[in-house]
């Protein structure tokens, strides 16, 4: 596999990171050089997904972090049950033919527009012994979508 000077840079910062401010800035880093605004790394922290074993680093604004967290969409995030599924990154588009989404997910997604998070990539990270995570790179809305 190839990897560019630019990709190897991204991995090298990623790798050395040495505090969590410094890995949300090297995933905002890479995310904004692939046209994403948005980024996370998120550890689902099991099934059921236990906040409490959780880790998320993310530039999301900070605002509809909190709301996520508190109306406890990491339990429903459809996004988190497509990447246990796939071993491929996926298109937010492409979750219903995964998943039937509920009421519920769809005003997930619909909450996450008003904060200008939609249309995004995922690529699950699937590590032995450990709890499924991914990544998501979200972008804002397209216009005319």
């Known amino acids: 596999m190839y990897v560019g000077p630019r990709l190897r840079e991204v991995l090298s910062r990623l790798n050395t990171a040495s505090s969590i ?3 949300r800035s090297s995933l905002a880093d890479a995310a904004r050089h692939m046209g994403f605004p948005y980024v996370v790394l998120f550890q689902h922290g099991g099934l059921p997904r236990l906040v409490e074993k959780a880790l998320m680093v993310t530039n999301y604004p900070e605002k509809f972090v909190q709301s996520y967290i508190e109306d406890h969409h990491y339990i429903i995030d459809p996004i988190c049950e497509v990447s246990e599924q796939l071993d491929r990154p996926f298109t937010w588009d492409e979750i219903p033919n995964f998943v039937k989404l509920t009421g519920k997910q769809i005003a997930m997604f619909e909450k996450a527009r008003e904060y200008g998070i939609a249309h995004g990539v995922t690529v699950p990270l699937h590590i032995p012994s450990e709890s499924y995570a991914s990544t998501a790179h ?8």
Do not use: F
């Open 21 to 23: 401010e410094a890995l």
């Open 138 to 145: 979200r972008s804002c809305p397209i216009a005319g979508r």
